[in-house]
């Protein structure tokens, strides 16, 4: 089945450190590929999608490039703030019907002034 | 407005209790869906539905039962809770690729 698997937290920061988070994937078929964040107390959010093979996704200055040959979805951005503090999730959907999606075990971010 | 929401935000209950979660979608989507968060964080499908296909997957227990009296709503049955069903329960609902999610419910079994 689908699996995605992604970098163990938590991490720690300091204030305008660059930030790479790795995700990798397992699908049967060609899915989308996503990343999640969950800000303290709150549900979950999009943060950024792409949907094919060299695609990428980028919102808030975070980035994140499908790669097919390697199967990854890393997750950058260039200065992290104290407000990016949060969970981040890695995720995928096979499409075709049911977008449900498959998640990474997540990656707790803590960025300090 | 909130576009999924889900009532109550917090639960505590005692062991052999019935209970339900209430998730409703304002966004006019067709599917909605239930997941599972742990204590880890580790967050996992239970169901997806839409009008016309419930797709359960298959590990979790019939305990636990989607019931939707319409499109706009995807309510949570559990019975007989038992101490490992705590977790935090997302609701969240697309039309696409995009899921929208609730605030989720925390549910504590004592």
């Known amino acids: 089945g689908d699996s995605v698997t992604q970098m163990e937290g938590p991490v720690t920061l300091s204030e305008e450190a660059f930030l790479t988070i790795n995700c990798t994937y397992t699908?049967?078929?060609?899915?989308?590929l996503f990343w999640y964040v969950q800000y303290p107390g709150e549900g979950l959010q999009l943060l950024l999608k792409?949907?094919?093979?060299?695609d990428k996704g980028s919102n808030k200055g975070f980035e994140a490039t499908y790669r097919k040959e390697t199967t990854s979805f890393h997750l950058e951005k260039g200065s992290v703030q104290v407000s990016d503090s949060a969970v981040y999730f890695c995720?995928?959907?096979?499409?075709?019907?049911?977008?449900?999606?498959?998640f990474g075990k997540g990656t707790k971010l803590s960025v300090i002034p | 407005d909130t576009a999924v929401s889900q009532t109550p935000k917090y639960l505590v209950t005692q062991m052999g209790n019935d209970k339900s979660i209430k998730c409703e979608q304002n966004?006019?989507?067709?599917?909605m869906y239930w997941y599972k968060q742990d204590s880890k964080k580790f967050l996992k499908i239970m169901f997806s539905?839409?009008?016309?296909?419930?797709?359960i997957n298959e590990t979790v227990p019939n305990r636990f039962s989607p019931k939707s009296p319409d499109k706009a709503h995807l309510n949570l049955h559990i019975n007989s809770l038992e101490l490992g069903d705590s977790a935090v329960y997302f609701c969240?609902?697309?039309?696409?690729?995009?899921?929208?999610f609730g605030q989720g419910t925390r549910l504590t079994v004592v």
């Open positions: 969240a609902s697309s039309q696409g690729m995009e899921a929208f």
């Open positions: 699908a049967t078929g060609y899915p989308s």
């Open positions: 792409a949907t094919k093979a060299d």
């Open positions: 995720a995928l959907s096979e499409g075709a019907g049911s977008y449900q999606l498959t």
């Open positions: 966004l006019g989507h067709d599917t």
């Open positions: 539905y839409n009008n016309k296909e419930l797709i």
